[in-house]
């Protein structure tokens, strides 16, 4: 059983930073021994769950363009840890953001260019609160 554990959210300023955490157990991020899928998702109030960013087994990654420049997924295969580093926040980044991951490959939309979309993943951390107040 997958099990994802977020960490990092808070409140910042516009212009802030902050650095999210997901931790796995139960699966190991190695592409010398699995194919993978990993992802940070966001959803604000009254909004749909958006994707941010993802990485696959083999490093390639993909951005959603509001964070382009901005946001940095990587990943720790020793540690077992997903990050996202958030720079240059903005108050239209508020929202609780997930970690995602799919025990096989990313799929045609990561294929081409874009981060998969929400139902291709099978497990979900809890959720991180991130404010950014202007």
């Known amino acids: 059983q997958v099990q994802l554990v977020e960490s990092g959210g808070g409140s910042v300023q516009a212009g802030g930073s902050l650095r999210l955490s997901c931790a796995a157990s139960g699966y190991t991020y190695s592409s010398y021994y699995s194919n993978f899928c990993l992802g940070w998702f966001r959803q604000a109030p009254g909004k749909e769950r958006e994707g941010v960013a993802a990485?696959?087994?083999?490093?390639?990654?993909r951005y959603a363009d509001s964070v382009k420049g901005r946001f940095t997924i990587s990943k720790d295969n020793a540690k077992n840890t997903l990050y996202l580093q958030m720079d240059s926040l903005q108050p239209e980044d508020t929202a609780v953001y997930y970690c995602?991951?799919?025990?096989?490959?990313?799929?045609?939309?990561?294929?081409?260019?874009?981060?998969?979309?929400?139902?291709?993943?099978?497990?979900w951390g809890q959720g991180t609160q991130v404010t950014v107040s202007s």
């Open positions: 990485i696959d087994s083999d490093g390639r990654i």
């Open positions: 995602t991951t799919r025990t096989s490959s990313c799929g045609l939309t990561f294929r081409n260019s874009g981060v998969p979309p929400a139902p291709l993943f099978s497990y």
